[in-house]
């Protein structure tokens, strides 16, 4: 089994490429970590913003647990900003059996503070996406491949995905 994290700041694409690499892998599921808990949820449950992240992180880790048990899948993917951090807890998921693969989307910050997609930024969106990077999620030192998806449509920035993942047509859904 293959867990795969779309990485990048807000607005990268993340979710985008997630579903459709998920779409194009056999045996896939995608797993959107921002509807692991609503806001509504998180407030419920007195929950700071980084206190629900960290509930939604645990929510995914439980989810591919238990899909790790049931075999049910070859590839889980995943979008979430990765810290140096969470990437060491992901990889400790490692085994004969599993391999952790983090994909960084690297596109100049300028295209990124732009409205892209079906997608409005508000202010906190964009004051969010300066921090993320500062903080170098855009050029994440734990990547297995970083993307500069600025001039790329999603297909082709599936089709730089699948060819680093080594996927052979047989292993693709057509």
Same mark, same amino acid.
């Given at each position: ?7 990048g ?6 979710t ?16 959107e970590?921002d ?8 407030a ?6 980084r206190?629900?992240?960290?509930e939604?992180?645990?929510?995914? @880790?439980?989810?591919? !647990?238990? +899909?790790?048990?049931?075999?049910? $899948?070859? &590839? #889980?993917?995943? *979008?979430?900003?990765?810290?140096e951090?969470?990437? @060491?807890?992901?990889? !400790?998921? +490692?085994?004969?059996?599993?391999? $952790?693969? &983090? #994909?960084?989307? *690297?596109?100049?910050m ?5 409205n892209?997609g ?11 996406i ?8 855009h050029?994440?030192?734990f ?32």
């Amino acid at each position: 089994m293959r867990i795969i994290n779309i990485n990048g700041p807000i607005n990268a694409g993340k979710t985008t490429i997630s579903k459709l690499l998920s779409a194009c892998l056999l045996q896939s599921l995608f797993i959107e970590v921002d509807d692991l808990l609503s806001d509504e949820e998180q407030a419920d449950l007195g929950l700071s913003m980084r206190e629900g992240w960290s509930e939604r992180c645990r929510r995914l @880790a439980d989810i591919v !647990q238990k +899909e790790k048990k049931l075999g049910r $899948f070859e &590839n #889980i993917i995943f *979008a979430y900003p990765m810290t140096e951090k969470l990437y @060491a807890q992901w990889k !400790q998921w +490692e085994d004969e059996t599993v391999a $952790f693969i &983090n #994909i960084t989307l *690297a596109l100049q910050m300028e295209i990124c503070l732009q409205n892209r997609g079906t997608r409005e930024l508000d202010e906190s969106e964009k004051k969010r996406i300066k921090e993320m990077y500062q903080e170098g999620y855009h050029n994440s030192k734990f990547a297995d491949l970083i993307i500069d998806n600025s001039k790329q449509t999603p297909q082709e920035t599936l089709q730089q995905i699948l060819l680093f993942l080594g996927r052979e047509n047989n292993d693709q859904k057509v």
